[in-house]
């Protein structure tokens, strides 16, 4: 550890025993940590700040909000884990392996490029990033373990940040993910290195955020029998010496593999005006007279120039480019319905996407009558693919290119500084382009109120958005899947609502969703010759009728002394279970002591699960590294099977470090672990975790 760190520590130590940032203790002598009890005005301490403060920004404008400080103890040995926080996803069982979350409400809107989708689990969208203003160097180095050097997992990850300098400060992010797979060909090996920066001043400001994606994942189909896990005693799995990395998979020397490289810049100038403002500044003494000590208050009043920004141009800049590969060298012969084309291997497409925005704001609150913003902007977005083609009078295969692009224009009428209510009101609509006539009306507003003498705060959201399916929906070439599709436009209504009440760890939210023509992945497989099996064959299909979503999810949290209860429980309802499966409960329960050893170790100690209700769940398409309606012939339900970790938890002054035994009650009850047909959950195992945090 260098010197200066070393020397940071030990002032901290004297922090703890009540001495404040200066080296003063209550009675003000100074405090040496080599020498405590000697006062010595010829040295100097070094003192390292470890203030950071981190926010997200807007992919629209690059708004600025600011976030909680990503240190939290809490739910830390959750962080690594494919399913989410609260387990809400299904996924293929390995570490970072493809997901989809099973709570309708929070799955995010579609990408263009369809195939990055399910590994939102490492790709960090940019409303998620973290840009970090430190006042003295700050590193995080992170690192998530479990298993051997053949089956285990391994998760680095490394955040550095600095400041030149009040406005200016720069960063980056590595990250690097191994998990090898419980079960066979079913390794995930994935890298991200991310580099940031910005300036932010009184007139002008920037964001910049640059991104390398390197995404492989071995696809084995999923187990070939069921039985393995659900009843291994009539199966080869009986055998003591049967481990989970020998169960038959259907798939093998098969690869999907994503190249992403992204650049995403947003910069605004402020025009406004300076002007005085009068504040109070003063200090405390203390008086003692007569034995009697006093509290003397000395205020006064001084001006200081601050200034007001009064309107904003914004320029935003947002690049893309993905090459995706599914590379092939054995397939079974009874597994697919089709070949197109059969003399290649390796199916690629690629996708590139420039998308520029210029909005020029009135901004609010410089004057008692702007009690709103307003912005109005407009957007042009260019997009061109390259996938697989043929000619009539030849097969072989040719690489086509198709463009798209679409103008929008669109405003934002907003309020953010209201003491009990703001909102935010937005309208966007293509007037130009392949996207003509796609439209959204969107509104945020949130209220604070007393209820029953509590604070507490109703959260409400709308949208009505009318708009194209993806491209890879209407057009799609590769060896096994091929389809050209006229799409309807698909349009979606929703309004939601949250009302919390913070002393009481209580949140209730209720929502519904209409959608008319949703679009999907139709299952169309076919018999095989013998009649005992299917051949898999997928295509593009929408839904005319209205699809109706219905959501409650309620998150109460307990408390009575050291013992905490948090649960969260979510049920919905899908008017067409066949298009669009959801389970009707979804419930997460965590139960843990909360304490200190030795005043300085806080620990948590606990257990928590995660559960649904039997449901027909989304298959997986390793072809198309998609989830997709199940074959609707031979569909299996998942689900009515609880996954319970214990853990303990541990945050000491900058370090955080956990102990997870995950999958606790693996052979107990029902063996019905699957979270994706035919893909079963790893099977128990140990997980460490290490969060360490450096300043300077």
């Known amino acids: 550890m260098p010197c200066a760190s070393m020397l940071a520590q030990g002032i901290n130590d004297n922090i703890e025993r009540g001495q404040n940032e200066t080296g003063f203790g209550s009675g003000g002598a100074y405090n040496n940590p080599f020498k405590r009890n000697k006062a010595d005005s010829t040295k100097t301490e070094l003192i390292v700040p470890h203030e950071i403060r981190q926010w997200h920004i807007d992919e629209l404008l690059g708004e600025v909000t600011p976030t909680n400080a990503d240190t939290l103890q809490h739910l830390y040995q959750n962080w690594h884990k494919t399913d989410g926080m609260n387990g809400e996803y299904n996924y293929l069982g390995n570490m970072g392996s493809p997901r989809l979350s099973r709570i309708f409400f929070h799955r995010t809107e579609l990408p263009e490029y369809n ?62 993910l191994y998990g090898r797979g419980r079960y066979d060909n079913q390794s995930t090996a994935y890298i991200n290195f991310s580099l940031y920066s910005y300036y932010r001043s009184d007139k002008y400001n920037y964001h910049l955020l640059a991104s390398r994606y390197h ?22 799995a009986g055998n003591k010496n049967f481990g989970s990395d020998d ?40 008086v003692n007279s007569n034995d009697t000590t006093q509290i003397a208050h ?27 590969s599914f590379i092939s ?40 009558w702007a009690v709103a913003g307003l912005t109005a902007y407009a957007t042009y977005d260019y997009r061109r693919y390259t996938l697989p083609d043929t000619l009539p009078t030849d097969p072989t295969e040719i690489r086509a290119k198709e463009s798209e692009y679409t103008l929008s224009v669109g405003g934002i009428l907003q309020r953010s500084k209201g003491k009990h209510f703001n909102y935010k009101l937005r309208g966007e609509a293509a007037v130009a382009g392949d996207d003509l006539g796609a439209f959204l009306l969107e509104a945020d507003a949130r209220m604070d109120f007393k209820l029953w003498k509590e604070n507490a705060y109703l959260n409400a959201k709308a949208f009505i958005k009318n708009s194209d399916p993806s491209f890879y929906y209407k057009h799609y070439h590769s060896e096994h899947y091929w389809w050209d599709n006229d799409l309807d436009k ?9 009302i919390g009440i913070d002393k009481w760890r209580t949140k209730l939210s209720l929502g519904v969703e209409t959608v008319k023509n949703y679009t999907y992945l139709a299952n169309n497989s076919i018999s095989n010759a013998a009649g005992d099996g299917y051949l898999n064959r997928i295509s593009v299909a929408q839904e005319s009728s209205n ?21 969260e429980c979510t049920y919905q309802n899908s008017s067409n279970k066949e298009v669009l499966p959801l389970p009707d409960f979804n419930v997460y329960a965590n139960m843990y002591i909360k304490f200190k050893i030795a005043k300085v170790l806080n620990t948590e100690f606990g257990a928590d699960a995660r559960y649904f209700t039997s449901y027909y769940a989304p298959d997986y398409s390793p072809a198309l590294g998609q989830f997709y309606q199940q074959n609707q012939k031979d569909k299996i339900e998942i689900g009515n099977y609880p996954i319970v970790n214990i853990y ?22 029902k063996m019905n672990y699957f979270l994706a047909p035919h893909y079963p959950i790893s099977p128990k195992a140990l997980w460490l975790g290490l969060s360490w945090n450096f300043y300077n």
């Open 329 to 368: 060298y054995s397939q079974p012969k009874s597994y697919y319905a089709d070949t197109y084309l059969r003399y290649d291997s390796i199916d690629k497409t690629k996708d590139l996407k420039i998308k520029n925005t210029l909005a020029l704001s009135l901004l609010e609150g410089f004057n008692k």
């Open 215 to 236: 995404i492989k994942l071995a696809e084995n189909g999923g187990i070939t029998d069921d039985a393995y896990i659900t009843n291994p005693e009539k199966t080869e």
């Open 115 to 176: 195939f990055l989708k399910p590994y939102d689990y490492f790709i960090t969208p940019i409303n998620k990033f973290y840009f970090t203003d430190t006042k003295s160097p700050y590193t995080n180095l992170s690192y998530n373990e479990s298993g051997n050097k053949i089956t285990g997992d391994d998760r680095f990850r490394a955040y550095f940040a600095t400041n030149a300098g009040k406005k200016f400060g720069v960063g980056f992010l590595f990250d690097y």
């Open 490 to 498: 698909e349009f979606r209504s929703r309004a939601e609502a949250t």
């Open 648 to 669: 303990a938890n541990f945050l000491l002054k900058q370090t955080r470090f956990y102990v997870m035994y995950h999958h606790i009650n693996e052979g107990l009850g």
């Open 298 to 324: 000395n205020t006064e009043v001084e001006s200081i120039t601050e200034f007001v920004p009064v309107s904003r141009i914004t320029h935003t800049l947002d690049f893309n480019s993905d090459d995706r």
């Open 247 to 286: 169960i038959p998979v259907y798939l093998d020397q098969t690869w999907n593999r994503n190249e992403v490289y992204s650049a995403f810049f947003t910069h605004n100038y402020n025009f406004g005006i300076y002007r005085e403002r009068m504040v109070e500044s003063g200090d405390t003494t203390t």
């Open 547 to 567: 699809i109706q979503v219905i959501s409650a999810t309620l998150k109460q949290d307990f408390k009575a002394g050291i013992f905490h209860l948090d649960t």
